[in-house]
């Protein structure tokens, strides 16, 4: 099975670096993970060419900022034919507020009428061809989703974007074939070996590159990709920020826009 990362950054754009967005192609499905500017990606031929043949499209959101949803300008344009499920905290239509602001001219339920949006805060829940399950994290003083993600083939996907580090996520994570997990290198706690999880936080709320490599270990999954990188960050600087993570979990790398994972 493969991943292909359309969006690997946090925040904003930067560096050919889009906000975060994670497709994964599934027979006549794609599963796409959060909805940031990476989802524009779908305007361009390699997305279209993915987007042939899919009847369905299953987008799971970590949290409405906008560094995860502002795909949803265009969502309704991309995924016209499709059948669309959109799964978040809340079984909120993403950017309907914009319109009666008089910034998204468009006629909201018209245009996503071939769109359903399904609270997914708790449990586990059985899908087509896959099963997932879902972590209420907490982001700030806000709320986010991880999730966890199991195939019929029996491989495994987790992705935990802008949350807390804490025991529970090395449990709901544990023996992941991939985990794809936010890293922060800026404005950061010291890395000692008293350091404790709970602590490996940055002042911004974002876990750090070592807090995620701690809990890559600690679960004991096959591999960590590194994502939500931060804007100004260029990319020998993240490199540099990974070979943090390589001296705690040494199956550690960067995920880069496009590049595919395979798992
Ligand atoms: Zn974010
Ligand atoms: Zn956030």
Request: charged letters at 30%; aromatic letters at 12%.
């Amino acid at each position: 099975m493969k991943i292909i990362p359309y969006g690997t950054n946090g925040f904003v754009s930067s560096f050919n670096r889009q906000t975060a967005c994670y497709v994964i192609p599934l027979g006549d499905q794609l599963i796409i993970l959060d909805a940031g500017s990476g989802l524009f990606r779908f305007m361009e031929p390699a997305g279209r060419k993915l987007l042939k043949d899919k009847r369905k499209i299953k987008i799971f959101l970590s949290h409405y900022h906008l560094d995860h949803t502002f795909g949803f300008y265009a969502a309704f344009e991309m995924f016209e034919k499709e059948e669309v499920e959109v799964f978040g905290l809340e079984d909120r239509h993403v950017l309907k507020e914009l319109v009666s602001i008089g910034q998204f001219p468009v006629e909201y339920e018209k245009k996503h009428r071939n769109f359903s949006w399904i609270k997914a805060e708790s449990g586990k829940d059985e899908n087509e061809g896959f099963k997932y399950s879902t972590r209420v994290q907490k982001h700030r003083f806000e709320k986010s989703l991880g999730y966890r993600l199991e195939f019929e083939n029996g491989k495994s996907i987790a992705y935990v974007t802008d949350a807390d580090p804490s025991r529970e996520s090395v449990n709901f994570v544990k023996g992941a074939d991939l985990l794809l997990h936010e890293h922060e290198t800026q404005n950061v706690p010291e890395y000692t070996k008293d350091s404790r999880l709970e602590d490996l936080i940055s002042k911004g709320g974002h876990i750090t590159t070592q807090g995620a490599a701690l809990i890559a270990k600690e679960a004991g999954v096959k591999k960590l990709y590194l994502i939500h990188h931060n804007p100004p960050c260029t990319w020998a600087e993240l490199e540099k920020d990974l070979k943090k993570a390589k001296r705690i979990f040494p199956e550690s790398f960067l995920t880069q826009d496009l590049e595919e994972i395979e798992f």
